[in-house]
């Protein structure tokens, strides 16, 4: 009698578990608990968190992310770390133009260094390169291997006020900063990445901190941290921490994206000052930049 009563309670209680089917929030299928983040009738449910995990019916979205279920990536490297400031370094997924635009795609941000919010968008090794307005290699990397860039079309999706480009490579201590306003586009086949003929400011300095004292130029003829200011020029300013891209002619009519040491027209680098040695190229000095990396950030941050 007793072994029947049991049983026919044990009965009761299953009938009150209803099937999720029919809408019963209180059913718990074999192996799961209350917290299963996948069971859209779970009473502490999430749904499904793409990128984050579930706490207090919410998703905690990743670094990067957002959304209701932390599937929308956000819109830049900046972007990321405004919306979380502990956010490291490392590859990202980004979506300049929000969902239902074009593509995401990955991207390396450098979120540490000179105030954080970078998206390093060309590199370098040890080769000039021919300069593309397309995609080349993979950039979405930590170091810098063969040459690689995002497509012009991907960096000038990302938008500011401003746009700021920090330059660094092995043989300089300082990083040259470059900042113009965001409706001048990257162009990787023109001068200067587009900037020559244009309004800059800049700032040489071995951190962004460091810039307390900027130079604003009207329409530079090319990217020359030594001739971009009217400034006495000693031994110690043409050394390695001069930054200049762009070989032209002797008489400045006939300038074309180039690489000055080899005197490869066509072919682009960045090169150091007359000074640089021992690395300077018999006859020539300005020793290409090896392992460069050029990198963007879209304001308001505050110009260099």
């Not at 969902?99 to 998206?119: I, K, L, P, R, S």
């Not at 003829?221 to 930054?243: F, H, Q, W």
């Amino acid at each position: 009698m007793r072994m029947w009563i049991g049983a026919f309670a044990f009965a009761i209680a299953l009938a009150g578990c209803a099937d999720p089917a029919n809408g019963d929030p209180g059913f718990i299928a074999p192996g799961r608990d209350g917290g299963d983040t996948d069971d859209s009738n779970m009473p502490d449910n999430c749904g499904v968190c793409e990128h984050g995990e579930c706490a207090e019916a919410n998703c905690q979205c990743e670094a990067g992310w957002q959304g209701a279920s932390c599937a929308e990536p956000l819109t830049s490297c900046r972007a990321i770390l405004v919306a979380d400031p502990a956010a490291p370094n490392g590859v990202y997924t980004i979506d300049p133009d929000g969902v239902g635009g074009n593509d995401e795609f990955a991207v390396y941000c450098d979120q540490t260094t000179d105030g954080g919010g970078w998206m390093k968008i060309l590199q370098y090794k040890d080769q000039p390169y021919t300069p593309t307005r397309n995609a080349a290699g993979t950039i979405a990397t930590p170091t810098v291997s063969d040459f690689a860039k995002l497509a012009d079309a991907r960096i000038n999706a990302v938008h500011g006020n401003v746009r700021e480009y920090r330059l660094n490579g092995s043989l300089s201590e300082k990083k040259l900063f470059l900042a113009v306003d965001d409706t001048l586009e990257f162009d990787d086949t023109k001068l200067g990445w587009g900037m020559a003929g244009h309004d800059v400011t800049f700032c040489l300095a071995t951190d962004y901190a460091g810039c307390t004292a900027t130079v604003a130029l009207s329409g530079i003829a090319v990217i020359d941290s030594l001739k971009m200011v009217s400034m006495p020029v000693g031994e110690t300013d043409n050394a390695c921490d001069r930054y200049f891209t762009d070989w032209y002619s002797a008489d400045n009519t006939n300038r074309i994206p180039g690489c000055y040491p080899d005197q490869v027209s066509g072919k682009r680098c960045v090169s150091a000052g007359w000074y640089c040695g021992p690395n300077a190229y018999p006859g020539t000095g300005h020793p290409m930049i090896d392992s460069f990396a050029l990198w963007m950030r879209e304001g308001p941050i505050g110009s260099p």
